[in-house]
């Protein structure tokens, strides 16, 4: 059971917009900056989005963070089929003294 | 450029100890104020923080692993390593080494290692 919720997929076409959602509490989300991960099969997980909205070096502009009190959410605006993924969430928790992961959401490109 | 690389026994049986060490190249695992994490992957699941030690050699792990893990410092081969006792079949997984740190008010993992599955299985 992960501390952090998230949805476990979501889908679009090509060109859409797909939204993922990641929901915590005052102790991470709530108090402290999230990040997301971008997964591919049989790959490490990559530093994608960091405090909340941060896109790291070379990640389009289609992936967009934010935050809102114990929830944050990823969206990625133009959808495309290399960005079939798994995303995941993560924000440091001030009561456990390290960092916590969302379960993951799987983004399908239909 | 920072890079780390897991090696160790793919396969340990049950109640055995599983062995893991992670190699830094780029970075020193003493000279900057990094947290050397594990982080585990059961196939098909999430990412698991397992645990971490600090460049001055504290150390942190998760509670779900009751006391099983231990991770060290080998300074002389820039190296940490993950031990974990009494492994059953609920500690396979895929472990990944990754270096954690704050960076603009925020704890995130900018480097990780290609990953290592780790199968517990007589």
């Known amino acids: 059971q992960s501390v952090l919720t998230q949805t476990p997929s979501a889908s679009g076409t090509p060109g859409q917009r797909v939204t993922i959602s990641c929901s915590g509490s005052s102790s991470n989300v709530g108090t402290n900056t999230v990040n997301w991960y971008q997964q591919f099969p049989g790959t490490a997980p990559k530093l994608l989005i960091y405090k909340n909205s941060q896109r790291t070096s070379g990640v389009p502009d289609r992936f967009s963070g934010s935050k809102s009190g114990t929830s944050a959410s990823l969206a990625i605006s133009g959808l495309q089929s290399e960005d079939e993924a798994d995303y995941y969430c993560a924000a440091w928790d001030d009561s456990l003294k390290c960092p916590v992961f969302g379960g993951g959401t799987k983004v399908t490109v239909l | 450029q920072v890079q780390l690389q897991e090696s160790g026994p793919g396969l340990v049986r049950p109640s055995q100890t599983l062995s893991l060490s992670c190699t830094v190249s780029g970075d020193s695992i003493t000279g900057s104020t990094y947290h050397w994490t594990w982080v585990r992957q059961p196939a098909g699941e999430g990412l698991e923080w397992v645990g971490r030690i600090s460049t001055s050699g504290s150390t942190k792990y998760n509670s779900s692993l009751k006391s099983r893990a231990s991770i060290s410092l080998d300074p002389s081969k820039n190296q940490f390593s993950l031990k974990v006792d009494s492994v059953t079949a609920a500690d396979t997984a895929v472990y990944y080494c990754?270096?954690?740190?704050?960076?603009?008010?925020?704890?995130?993992?900018?480097?990780w290692g290609q990953g290592i599955l780790v199968t517990v299985s007589s």
């Open positions: 990754a270096r954690g740190g704050w960076s603009s008010s925020s704890f995130v993992f900018d480097s």
